[in-house]
T-cell receptor, first 113, second 116 residues
């Protein structure tokens, strides 16, 4: 039973355009959500996060939106750059879980020059 | 800040041997570290939670006698794959809480294990 789902295994966008990566979850106990970026043969690096008490968090070119009623979050990257090409993982945590994260399967983003 | 170092990055071993992977938090103390495993085109699967000074907590389906975890200090956790078999070949990644803040895990670069 996959509690965090990233239904798009891949996404391709043109440089300068917006990239939208989607994530759905089923566990209503999740209270904190994170996005990680991963290059091949490397560990994930933290990108941006959002608490369940918010619906938006912005950091430079990256914005995460949370729709609790729909159990859906998305990561917007604008403008997209070729260096953004990587696998993006959505992760979620339940309160009091001692930082234990549940990950989605990831979405491979390719930004074409 | 918030760097987690993982070693070795790649290891090839013969079937039946044991392999140890180290995970170190370089600039912060990590009372809790996590070990993940990633199969090709799959998500990161949590294997176990490693707590300094106590026994690790394993996820369902993970053999604790096969994947030995030791967290002897606040900056070091080790994962030993015992009597490795080809099906243990995978990408193993450790992470630690701290660094960026209470809610964020910092990951190591991962270790690619290939068992011949």
């Amino acid at each position: 039973d996959q509690q965090v789902k990233q239904n798009s295994p891949s996404l391709s966008v043109q440089e300068g355009r917006i990239s939208i990566l989607n994530c759905d979850y089923t566990n209503s106990m999740f209270d904190y959500f994170l996005w990680y970026k991963k290059y091949p043969a490397e560990g994930p690096t933290f990108l941006i996060s959002i608490s369940s008490i918010k619906d938006k968090n912005e950091d430079g070119r990256f914005t995460v939106f949370l729709n609790k009623s729909a159990k859906h979050l998305s990561l917007h990257i604008v403008p997209s750059q070729p260096g953004d090409s990587a696998v993006y993982f959505c992760a979620a945590r339940t309160g009091g879980s001692n930082y234990k994260l549940t990950f989605g399967k990831g979405t491979l983003l390719t930004v074409n020059p | 800040g918030a760097v987690v170092s993982q070693h070795p990055s790649r290891v090839i071993c013969k079937s039946g041997t044991s392999v140890k992977i180290e995970c170190r938090s370089l600039d912060f103390q990590a009372t809790t570290m996590f070990w993940y495993r990633q199969f090709p085109k799959k998500s990161l699967m949590l294997m176990a939670t490693s707590n300094e000074g106590s026994k690790a907590t394993y996820e369902q389906g993970v053999e604790k006698d096969k994947f030995l975890i030791n967290h002897a200090s606040l900056t070091l956790s080790t994962l030993t794959v015992t009597s490795a078999h080809p099906e243990d070949s995978s990408f193993y990644i450790c992470s630690a809480s701290g660094g960026f803040g209470a809610n964020v895990l910092t990951f190591g670069a991962g270790s690619r294990l290939t068992v011949l």
